[in-house]
Structures are given as structure tokens and as C-alpha cells.
């Protein structure tokens, strides 16, 4: 006979904590299992380290700029690799500190450290133990792909974890894979002082975006001296540490691109190989994602699988989504479902890609009756009094409805501009509240109702 528990949450990613203590509360004795880091990805090597080492980045840009502004800087600007480390990993590890002082004060809620594997639908093993509970609630997250490129094996590489520890610049990083983490560590590095190269199997960047997003972002990454090789198909490594090379052998011509350093980011796979679904009987999809249902229920009664794990999202917001949704059915009966949030995410170069909804393709396709209202940043005047004008803002309505179908603002501040429409289409208001709308001036958001008033029919 095991430990037995009322609920199990395997890992304390972005979903589980919160999942805890709301169960922990309900009279519930909860059992929180995690095999390394509390906090999961996004504190440890995901969300919370990247923005910090992007606002290291930004200031060395901006130091670099700072003639622009009319303000002197006496040499040039170099960044000591070792200090970025030490102040990122002190905001991560600070973070991590407090989701653990968190956890430990929870009522009726006790952390097992370790990897869970289920033995039968409600008995998993941590270790020695055998833990049983009738809800088990799984947020196991994910991790970086790993290709099977030829080379793989013997060219040091590094994934979004390694990366992290660097403590001296590399002199060339070659990045695989331009897209969230290509982008976001390659503006980063060359902002360090590093030559980077990043090798793409796409015709162009991210092209479930539109294409003058996808062009203004190769524009933003080529003026800061970044080498971009698209269409990079058959990619094999060669080399060594520090002299390596990254080939793309059916590339029309062949591309071979040299280096000291490979960043390998070419998506992410989700925890579940190694969880023993099978035993448990869950169903996952051909990608090993958990297959659940609009309340993030899988197949088989009292399991549950939230955040990346479930492949509805990749977010942290859409984790913590999971939780609410599986709180809000589970202990609130209230229906709250998957299928009622809006797809919204922020790509962190510098500026940001902010993105909700569809994009102007996307509404096309789906044969609305597309409007689209775009401005460039270089008429924000907020943008234009800070000196960053790159970018634009784009705008995506249903003629007939009036309702926003999407938004892209590419530039500055746009990650936090952009929640203005993010809550209109909550609100599933026409888009002249926007438009009617007043908004402070001198903000990004100013320009959103400008931007909404120029609507017209895409050319
Ligand atoms: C470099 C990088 C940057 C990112 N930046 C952003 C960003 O800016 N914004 C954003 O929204 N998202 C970002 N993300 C994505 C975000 O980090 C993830 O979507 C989010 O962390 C997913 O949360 P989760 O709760 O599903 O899983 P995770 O945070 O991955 O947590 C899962 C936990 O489960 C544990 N676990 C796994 N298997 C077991 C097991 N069998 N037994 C016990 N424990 C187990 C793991 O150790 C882990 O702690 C980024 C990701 C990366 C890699
Ligand atoms: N700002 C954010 O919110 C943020 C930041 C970083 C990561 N993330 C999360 O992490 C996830 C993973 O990010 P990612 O950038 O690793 O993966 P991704 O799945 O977004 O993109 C992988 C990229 O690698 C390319 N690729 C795949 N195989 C290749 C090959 N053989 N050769 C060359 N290129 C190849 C793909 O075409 C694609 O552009 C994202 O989906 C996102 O959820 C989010």
C-alpha cells in the first residue's frame, strides 16, 4: 500500500503551485511532486533568465547609442559575460527561492522531490515510494528538441539551458533554429559583442507570421550585423569546440556556416516519455503531447494534464490559464474552457513582437471580410522621442462584425500596448470603443486609434 494522498500535481511548473494551494485550501491533502528546479522552465531556464539577460542586452544598445541622445560615454562598451550571469541567476534564483517559500507554507501541501513515473491510473512511483491519490493533476513541461542532425554526436552544442551558464562571450555563436529562442539569444549575443549567425530550414523567419512582419524582422536583425541563412535544409555539424561548423547539405547553393559556439534551438518536445502514461492508460497525441479536453481533462477519469505537456499552449500565461481552468471547474463550478482564450504572445527582441489573434493571413484564409489598419512606429511620437522608431502597428477587423480578429505591434513597448485590443476582443466589443476611445498621450497605445480609424481593405 502506497502514501496516499486526495491529489498529486507532478511538477511545479507555471500551473502546478498555484494548482496546489487552491486544492490545499479546498481541504484537500496534496501531494506536489518535482524531479529538479521548483519553478520549472520559465523561472529557471525559460521566461524569467531570458528577459533578464535581453535587459543586460538592451542596455549595452543603448550604451552603444548613447551619442544619439547626446549623452557621452568616455571608450567603447563591452559587457563582462561573468556579472550578465551573476545578475540573472540572482533574479531567477530569487524567483525560484520564493515559489519554494511558497509551496512550504501551503496548508495540507507537501513537496516529494523527484521523478514520478505511474505504476496503475492513481499510483505513481517517486523513487522508493508509491504515491496514490484519486486526482493527479500532470504539468510536466517540456524541453528542448534534440534534431538528429549527423554530427550531433561529437559537436558541442549548446540548448536554452546551457546557454545560460555562460560566463565568457562566445566570439561567433551559430544558432540553429530562428525563431522564440534563435531570436531572442541572437539579438542578445550580438548585443554581448558576439558574431551571430543564425541557420533557418524556412524560406523565411517565422512564417506563421505575416510576411512584412517576418521582413521587418530579418530588417531590425540585419542592421545590428546578425548573419541570417534561410532555407537551410539537411543540416549536418562538423568540428570541434571552438572551431565548428554548422553544413545545410540540400541548400541551393550549399551553405556551410563556421563558428565557436552552436545554440541548438530548433523547438521543444514534451516531458511525457518517460511518465509511464502507458501504465496509466493517457493518451498522447504522434507528438507525445497529452491529449485533454476544453477543461484540461484526459482521457482517463481524475487525471488532468496542464500547460506545455497538453500542447494547447506554449506560454507560461497559457499555463497558468490550465490552472484557473482546472480550478475554476473543479473547485468553483465555473465553466471556463481552453477554447475561450485568444492566442496572445510576445517574441522579446528588441523591439518586441507583440501578437494576438490572427494575423492578416490567418483572417483571409478563415474568409472574413478583412480590414486592416497599419502605421508605422516612426508615427508614434512616443517612439519617436525615445529614438525607437523600428517597427510597425497592424490591426486585423471583421468588416461586417466589427470586431478585431488580430493585431501585431512590432516595436517598441508593443508587448504592453497591445493588451488594450487584447481586452477588447475579450470584451467582444466592436473596435470603435478603441477608436472612440481616449488614450494618454505620449504613449504606443495613443496611436491604436489612429491606427483603427485608417482601416481599409488589405491591398
Ligand atoms: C528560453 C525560453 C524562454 C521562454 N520565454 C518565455 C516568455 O518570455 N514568455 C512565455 O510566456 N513563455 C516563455 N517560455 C515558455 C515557458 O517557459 C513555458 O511555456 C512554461 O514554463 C511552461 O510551463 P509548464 O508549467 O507547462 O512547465 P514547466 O515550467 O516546464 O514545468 C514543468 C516541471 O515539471 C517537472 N517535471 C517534469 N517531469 C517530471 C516528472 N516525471 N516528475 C516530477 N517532475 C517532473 C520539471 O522538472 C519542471 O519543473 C520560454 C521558454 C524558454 C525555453
Ligand atoms: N517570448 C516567448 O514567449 C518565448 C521565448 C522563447 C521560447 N518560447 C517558447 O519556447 C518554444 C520553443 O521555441 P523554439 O524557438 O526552440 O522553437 P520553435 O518551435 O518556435 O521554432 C523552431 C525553429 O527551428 C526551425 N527548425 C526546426 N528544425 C530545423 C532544422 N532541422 N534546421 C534548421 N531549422 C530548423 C523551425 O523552422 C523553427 O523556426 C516556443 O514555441 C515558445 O513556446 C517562448
Redesign the pocket.
Known amino acids: 500500500m502506497g502514501q496516499q494522498f486526495d491529489a498529486v500535481v507532478v511538477g511545479a511548473g507555471q500551473a502546478g503551485p498555484s494548482l496546489a494551494e487552491r486544492l490545499g485550501k479546498s481541504g484537500r491533502k496534496v501531494a506536489v511532486i518535482e524531479r529538479k528546479l521548483v519553478g520549472g522552465t520559465c523561472v529557471n531556464t525559460?521566461?524569467i533568465p531570458?528577459k533578464s539577460m535581453v535587459a543586460s542586452a538592451y542596455v549595452a544598445h543603448m550604451g552603444r547609442r548613447a551619442t544619439d541622445y547626446g549623452v557621452d560615454r568616455a571608450g567603447d562598451v563591452s559587457v563582462a559575460m561573468e556579472r550578465v550571469w551573476k545578475r540573472t541567476r540572482g533574479i531567477s534564483d530569487g524567483s525560484r527561492s520564493s515559489v519554494e517559500a511558497w509551496l512550504a507554507g501551503m496548508p495540507n501541501v507537501t513537496l516529494l522531490r523527484g521523478h514520478a513515473a505511474f505504476e496503475s491510473p492513481h499510483a505513481l512511483r517517486v523513487g522508493d515510494q508509491l504515491i496514490e491519490a484519486g486526482e493527479i493533476f500532470l504539468n510536466v513541461g517540456g524541453r528542448?528538441t534534440m534534431?538528429d542532425f549527423p554530427g550531433i554526436d561529437t559537436v558541442p552544442y549548446m540548448t536554452n539551458v546551457g546557454i545560460m551558464d555562460l560566463r565568457e562571450l562566445p566570439e561567433h555563436l551559430v544558432i540553429?533554429?530562428?525563431?522564440?529562442?534563435?531570436l531572442?539569444f541572437g539579438q542578445m549575443f550580438r548585443r554581448f559583442g558576439s558574431r551571430v549567425s543564425i541557420?533557418?530550414?524556412?524560406e523565411r523567419l517565422l512564417p506563421h507570421e505575416d510576411p512584412e512582419v517576418s521582413a521587418a524582422i530579418v530588417d531590425i536583425l540585419q542592421r545590428e550585423g546578425i548573419t541570417l541563412h534561410l532555407a537551410?535544409e539537411c543540416?549536418e555539424l562538423h568540428g570541434k569546440a571552438g572551431d565548428l561548423s554548422v553544413v545545410a547539405r540540400c541548400a541551393d547553393p550549399r551553405m556551410e556556416v563556421k563558428g565557436t559556439h552552436l545554440l541548438l534551438?530548433?523547438?521543444?518536445q514534451p516531458n511525457t516519455d518517460t511518465l509511464g502514461l502507458d501504465k496509466a492508460g493517457v493518451k498522447t497525441n504522434e507528438h507525445g503531447y497529452i491529449v485533454v479536453d476544453d477543461q484540461c481533462r484526459t482521457n482517463v477519469e481524475g487525471i488532468w494534464a496542464m500547460g506545455d505537456c497538453n500542447g494547447k499552449g506554449?506560454?507560461t500565461h497559457t499555463s497558468y490559464n490550465d490552472y484557473e481552468i482546472v480550478a475554476a471547474n473543479l473547485l468553483d463550478h465555473e465553466p471556463r474552457r481552453i477554447s475561450d482564450r485568444i492566442l496572445a504572445?510576445?517574441?522579446?527582441i528588441d523591439p518586441p513582437l507583440a501578437r494576438i489573434g490572427m494575423s492578416e493571413q490567418e483572417a483571409l484564409h478563415s474568409g472574413h471580410d478583412v480590414l486592416v489598419g497599419v502605421r508605422p512606429m516612426t508615427r508614434v511620437g512616443r517612439a519617436v522621442e525615445r529614438g525607437e522608431t523600428l517597427g510597425f502597428m497592424k490591426v486585423v477587423v471583421d468588416g461586417k462584425s466589427e470586431q478585431l480578429l488580430g493585431a501585431a505591434i512590432l516595436g517598441v513597448n508593443g508587448d504592453e500596448a497591445i493588451h488594450c485590443l487584447l481586452d477588447i476582443m475579450y470584451a467582444k466589443a466592436p473596435y470603435r470603443t478603441v477608436t472612440h476611445a481616449v488614450h494618454i498621450h505620449p504613449t504606443i497605445a495613443e496611436l491604436l486609434p489612429t491606427t483603427l480609424q485608417s482601416l481599409a481593405k488589405p491591398s
Open positions: 525559460g521566461c531570458t528542448a534534431p540553429v533554429g530562428g525563431s522564440y529562442i534563435g531572442e541557420v533557418e530550414r524556412s537551410a543540416i534551438a530548433v523547438g521543444r506554449a506560454f504572445y510576445a517574441l522579446y
